[in-house]
């Protein structure tokens, strides 16, 4: 059995790989993908917090379940507000075959879907990204974009301006054209892709702001009570989502959706549809488009796959461009 480590999974998890092995599952629809389980937790100092149950997998080669929580109550500390663990069993004997660090994997496979999504629906010109957010996922999401495209600027904004330019300095020592930006409604003004991943609870991002052309991609939001674009954002834009049946129930779908703001016949498409071109993506330069990511298992085990075969081969060579160790 093999137990990994976060440096492991990212030495075994190169961005153009776990983008192309999440492609091809998506359009390969040979997985079976169960429901995720959500599960409300108490906390210590009262509220609640979740229980995420994510299971997968391929008939006779891999069977995978990530289990993760989410607590909100160790958002200030030196805690992370989310861990999580992964456990890969072997198809044939069901046998466990590895246990693998599930935030780096969560982290990972995050980033690459958002890379993907982008690659169908941001334009092809699309040079100026913009990170909302400081957390361990703002840096691999820049990292992720910038596998698969040329970035001529990213943007970094976050509510301490401290952790903004920390994180913009991780990206410019990983190769990136990286600064921190003081006011989020000039840096979306101007941006060619906004990739928000923030634990926010009300509206960051307003709709009014965003320019023709414009690829939102909204991660951070997972519950129905987390928000991270406003009801104009979703109204102006082509709306895209990972799994329809996960993405309506957060926030960012779930209450524009309850007020009336818009319909699920407003969604568009989920990745599958765009990985296997039964949709086009983006018609138009001018379409503003937006990615709802919730995270989903089939993810979760491409990523795994990845790990298992490169491991297994002992082929685990640096990518070109990565993110350094967070």
């Not at 093999?2 to 999440?22: C, F, G, K, S, Y």
Request: aromatic share 4%; hydrophobic share 45%.
């Amino acid at each position: 059995m093999l137990t990994l480590d976060a440096a492991a999974v990212r030495e075994a998890t190169p961005w153009n790989e776990l983008v192309e092995a999440i492609a091809e599952l998506l359009a390969d629809g040979s997985a079976s993908v169960p429901q995720r389980e959500i599960h409300d937790v108490g906390l210590p100092g009262g509220g609640s917090g979740s229980l995420l149950v994510m299971p997968a997998w391929l008939d006779t080669e891999l069977l995978g379940v990530k289990a993760v929580t989410y607590y909100p109550s160790n958002a200030g500390t030196d805690l992370p507000t989310i861990s999580a663990g992964y456990l890969l069993f072997d198809g044939e004997t069901g046998q466990l075959a590895a246990v693998i660090d599930g935030d780096e994997l969560t982290l990972r496979r995050t980033a690459a879907v958002s890379a993907l999504a982008a690659g169908f629906l941001a334009r092809a010109d699309a040079r100026r990204l913009l990170v909302v957010g400081t957390g361990n996922l703002a840096p691999n999401l820049a990292f992720a974009h910038a596998a698969v495209r040329r970035l001529d600027a990213v943007d970094v904004w976050g509510r301490s301006p401290e952790r903004a330019a920390a994180t913009a300095r991780r990206l410019a020592d990983g190769g990136l054209p990286a600064g921190p930006v003081e006011e989020l409604d000039t840096a979306v003004e101007r941006a060619d892709i906004v990739s928000c991943a923030t634990g926010a609870t009300s509206p960051l991002l307003r709709g009014e702001l965003l320019r023709p052309g414009t690829h939102v991609d909204l991660v951070g939001a997972f519950r129905a009570d987390m928000r991270e674009a406003d009801d104009t954002a979703v109204k102006v834009a082509s709306l895209f989502v990972d799994t329809l049946d996960g993405a309506v129930l957060a926030g960012d779908l779930a209450q524009p959706l309850e007020g009336g703001a818009i319909a699920v016949a407003d969604i568009a498409a989920d990745l599958a549809s765009l990985a296997t071109r039964s949709h086009p993506g983006r018609t138009s330069d001018a379409e503003i488009t937006l990615f709802k990511s919730v995270g989903f298992a089939l993810s979760d085990l491409a990523a795994a796959r990845v790990i298992h075969r490169r491991i297994g081969t002992g082929t685990t060579e640096e990518p070109e461009l990565d993110s350094p160790s967070s």
